[in-house]
């Protein structure tokens, strides 16, 4: 009887020798295949619990660096605006500075004037710009378009510009500890007290176009127009620094995450990747292991007299 015992347990112990040796065999097969060693934390505790770590860095720079380019993006587009609307105010100073020679009469304004109706249509879109359809200078309230017509004139212009959007900036976190200013508030660009960009070309066009003002109280009026007009440009420029000083902070942090991403994709390659050679080693002493393990296991399980007498 305790013949029989023991040797069962012998041949027990063979084959479960047998499942976890072919076990241990396909595990290098399939490192020398696929040329990755860790993929479970039975691969290796210590190194599965280090590579979820490196990828998890790896993960948050990538993350971080998508943040920072939608912000490239849109803070770009800002810029181009606030070019276009400095292009604007330029053009209207020139313009001012014509109506104020004394060589005009009243065909002349009327010219001029015309000109800056245009510079009006033009500075609302720049306002009003987009990316990615939400607009820039409407703060948190992207969806909502920011400026438009509140009252107009007799024949139409636009007297007054209304702003819609939102009092508060729109920001992204664009590292773990810091944020960055995307979308401004257009009344703090456009309408700030002061140096409002649509009351001076409105003004400058109302008073190139008064019928109540002889030829030579245009010219004064117009001449005093280049303060306001100025005023509004130096705002307009100061914006335009801010967010182009925010684009270099953000290529400064967008070489750290890429420091940061490839030391932690470098550290996940190497405790990810096979090691071809100790692989091979161990796969080659894991089959000599198996086949003699499997001689063993064909001897005890070779019938007996006594099992046909059972």
Do not use: C, H, W
Request: net charge negative; no cysteine; hydrophobic share 35%.
């Amino acid at each position: 009887m305790n013949i029989r015992v023991t040797g069962q347990t012998q041949v027990n112990n063979a084959i479960a020798n047998l499942r976890r040796q072919q076990s241990d065999v396909a595990k290098f097969q399939d490192q020398i295949s696929t040329g990755t060693k860790v993929k479970v934390a039975s691969d290796g505790p210590a190194a599965f619990a280090a590579l979820s770590v490196a990828k998890s860095a790896s993960k948050r720079s990538s993350t971080y660096q998508g943040t920072i380019n939608d912000s490239t993006a849109d803070l770009n587009a800002g810029v181009s605006a606030l070019q276009e609307t400095s292009s604007i105010l330029t053009q209207a100073s020139q313009l001012a500075i014509n109506g104020a020679d004394g060589s005009l009469d009243k065909t002349g304004f009327e010219a001029l004037a015309t000109q800056v109706d245009s510079l009006i249509d033009r500075a609302m879109t720049a306002a009003n710009q987009q990316q990615d359809g939400r607009y820039l200078f409407g703060g948190t309230a992207t969806d909502t378009q920011p400026f438009s017509v509140a009252t107009t004139t007799a024949d139409g212009k636009p007297a007054t510009i209304a702003y819609n959007g939102a009092d508060q900036r729109a920001r992204a976190l664009i590292s773990p500890s810091q944020t960055v200013d995307t979308r401004y508030t257009g009344s703090e660009v456009f309408q700030q007290t002061g140096q409002d960009v649509f009351s001076a070309l409105i003004g400058l066009r109302d008073d190139l176009r008064s019928t109540t003002l002889t030829d030579s109280q245009k010219t004064a009026a117009v001449s005093a127009r280049l303060g306001g007009i100025q005023n509004a440009r130096d705002r307009v420029g100061e914006v335009m620094g801010e967010q182009s000083g925010s684009l270099a902070g953000m290529e400064a942090i967008t070489n750290r995450l890429q420091d940061l991403k490839l030391n932690a994709d470098s550290r996940s390659g190497d405790l990810e990747a096979t090691d071809y050679a100790d692989a091979v080693l161990r796969l080659q002493e894991q089959m000599t292991t198996f086949q003699a393990t499997l001689g063993v296991a064909g001897k005890l399980l070779q019938p007996s007299l006594l099992d046909f007498i059972r």
